[in-house]
């Protein structure tokens, strides 16, 4: 252990320590930076563990792996401070004396005094939550307010058995993600699209949620209408499926289920939420706020930098790859013509950049 000042720094090669999946889950609350996540998707094969904290507090652990004169940093979607991230690449450069290069991807973060590469990725959409259900409903605007109220009373009046059931952890099942999934790909099949939720992710998400599932569903009499899987990490929901029978669309039902998640959250005492990517109003109502993120890049020395040219060129294509797929899948969204291929191919794309990103 390498100390300085109150700062101490760990770092635990080829190793991810049992006591850091607690660590990640309450620092970040990130699907895309909590252990599990990582063993489901990608497994901890070679995986090494950056642990650097502040009078025994963590401010930043980062699960990497190195290859050749690469490292790459596996932690997505977390704010680092530049500080922080300038000395994880000091400790980095100083502990694996090949590598020339720091690889984070869809990190809120810039450079950290290092010559770097920063490419903006995508937009994620992130909120925090109040301690009470009626502060987080005040501080909604006035039209969503109204908008809530009146939708709500008007599926209350119209169906008035309606329910929102919350499944408890222990008793989430296979099933109840097949319903979900069966929902979403009816509703998505009437706008002309396609579900990207196949049975590959249905398995691991059914792993996810064995630990960090939260199920709420929408039922009328006997028949589940609609619902949401949300993965509850630390005090972060990250909402995860949500979907809806279109018969109940006059209702906005989708958007009555996505607010009664929420509040549910808060009395389960969650403090964040996590909206995931993409730009949608609806996420912006239901008060998330956006942040970008980047592909961050940092170099040993500005000759490692000018050495790295066609990584650079890499990068780049990665990033116009990714907001080629955005744009074809906020255009697919939006249902203008060809909608069904627009958003099947904003989905193999998405695809291909995942599995790119998983690997160094």
Known sequence: MESQASVSIDIYDGQVPSFIEGELESLYGARHACVEHFRVYHGLDGVSTY???????PRLILLYQQRHHILWALNQAIRIEPADLQGFAQAMFSRYPRV???DLHAVDADGAGYPSQRLLMREDIEGTLPGDV?????????STRHNIRRYTGRLMRDHPGFELRVVPRAQINSEHLRVLQRLSRERLAGKGQLSTLDE??????????ARYGLVTLAVIGDRIVGGMLCLVIGKCVNFRIIAHDPEYDDYSLGFLVYFMTICEAIRQGCTKMNFGWGHYPYKLQLGGRRRSLAMLTLYRSRLAYALDAVGLLAR?????????ASGLHSAAASGKPHARFLH????SMRRLWQRSAAQP
């Not at 780049?316 to 080629?324: P, Y």
């Open 51 to 57: 642990r650097a904290a502040f009078d025994g507090e």
């Open 344 to 347: 099947a191919l904003a989905g």
């Open 100 to 102: 020339r290069r720091i």
């Open 316 to 324: 780049r294509a990665a990033q116009l790859r990714e907001q080629f």
């Open 134 to 142: 009626d502060d987080y409903v005040a501080g909604l605007g006035k």
């Open 200 to 209: 590959t992710e249905l398995h691991r998400l059914r792993q996810l949620s």
